[in-house]
């Protein structure tokens, strides 16, 4: 039998993932390698299943909470990603804090508790207050997923979405920061917006700014540039 060098670290991957299943079936607590191991290959198994991209990382989310691990190892994995194969190709799939909160409280005579890394208030977090929101309609006529960050300046996104880039000027997605927004293709809904702090200046990304949101000039010239980036 002849392997890639990819197709070894899976088999790698597996075999690491199963030592994980059998020791977690025993009722052990898993190590850092472990736990990770085991998520990144049930993340490939899902792929190869042919679930989505937003299946894996919401089943990804849920399989192992803090009991199902040695103390101190949840605080160490913040982010788990892995290159899986779904039925339109390799992606790349990152579940950000992929372990969840305990749920069950430890004999007496159990080892010392660490730092918890979830505090939950009572009174609501309040973001973005007192600035302008909008919500417009997109729709995505890529036949490739399209993946935007919290703040990832609208008006210049990938130029298969459709949508009022005038109205998105200045504006990003109204999420949590780090966070990302996915389009399927043919993906049609609506999204909120708001808009963007600090100094509001932009640059880089696909190069319509360059400068001060809020100057007439650059907003003119940016408007220019957007005719020729739509039809690119």
Same mark, same amino acid.
Request: glycine share 6%.
């Given at each position: 039998?002849?392997?890639?060098?990819?197709?070894?670290?899976?088999?790698?991957?597996?075999?690491?993932?199963?030592?994980?299943?059998?020791?977690?079936?025993?009722?052990?607590?898993?190590?850092?390698?472990?736990?990770?191991?085991?998520?990144?290959?049930?993340?490939?198994?899902?792929?190869?299943?042919?679930?989505?991209?937003?299946?894996?990382?919401?089943?990804?989310?849920?399989?192992?909470?803090?009991?199902?691990?040695?103390?101190?190892?949840?605080?160490?994995?913040?982010?788990?990603?892995?290159?899986?194969?779904?039925?339109?190709?390799?992606?790349?799939?990152?579940?950000?804090?992929?372990?969840?909160?305990?749920?069950?409280?430890?004999?007496?005579?159990?080892?010392?508790?660490?730092?918890?890394?979830?505090?939950?208030?009572?009174?609501?977090?309040?973001?973005?207050?007192?600035?302008?929101?909008?919500?417009?309609?997109?729709?995505?006529?890529?036949?490739?997923?399209?993946?935007?960050?919290?703040?990832?300046?609208? +008006? !210049?996104?990938?130029? $298969?979405?459709?949508? /009022?880039?005038? *109205?998105?000027? &200045?504006? %990003?997605?109204?999420?949590?920061? @780090?966070?990302?927004?996915? +389009? !399927?293709?043919?993906? $049609?809904?609506?999204? /909120?917006?708001? *808009?963007?702090? &600090?100094? %509001?200046?932009?640059?880089?990304? @696909?190069?319509?700014?360059?400068?001060?949101?809020?100057?007439?000039?650059?907003?003119?010239?940016?408007?220019?540039?957007?005719?020729?980036?739509?039809?690119?």
């Amino acid at each position: 039998m002849r392997l890639f060098p990819r197709e070894i670290d899976r088999l790698l991957l597996h075999q690491a993932a199963s030592l994980a299943q059998a020791r977690r079936k025993k009722g052990l607590q898993l190590t850092e390698p472990e736990a990770r191991a085991l998520i990144a290959d049930a993340i490939c198994e899902g792929a190869r299943q042919g679930g989505t991209v937003a299946d894996m990382v919401s089943m990804a989310s849920a399989l192992l909470n803090e009991d199902d691990l040695m103390a101190g190892v949840a605080e160490r994995i913040d982010v788990v990603m892995v290159e899986a194969f779904f039925p339109d190709g390799q992606k790349l799939v990152c579940v950000r804090d992929p372990i969840g909160p305990a749920k069950a409280k430890g004999p007496s005579n159990a080892a010392p508790q660490v730092e918890p890394r979830w505090r939950l208030v009572e009174e609501p977090l309040v973001v973005n207050q007192n600035r302008p929101t909008l919500r417009l309609r997109v729709e995505s006529t890529s036949d490739r997923p399209i993946q935007i960050g919290s703040h990832y300046h609208f +008006f !210049e996104v990938n130029p $298969a979405l459709r949508f /009022d880039r005038a *109205a998105a000027y &200045g504006m %990003r997605l109204d999420i949590p920061a @780090a966070t990302t927004l996915r +389009f !399927e293709p043919g993906d $049609a809904r609506d999204v /909120d917006l708001v *808009a963007i702090g &600090g100094a %509001r200046r932009v640059f880089g990304l @696909a190069g319509l700014i360059n400068g001060a949101l809020d100057d007439p000039a650059v907003r003119c010239a940016a408007m220019t540039r957007l005719v020729a980036f739509i039809q690119d």
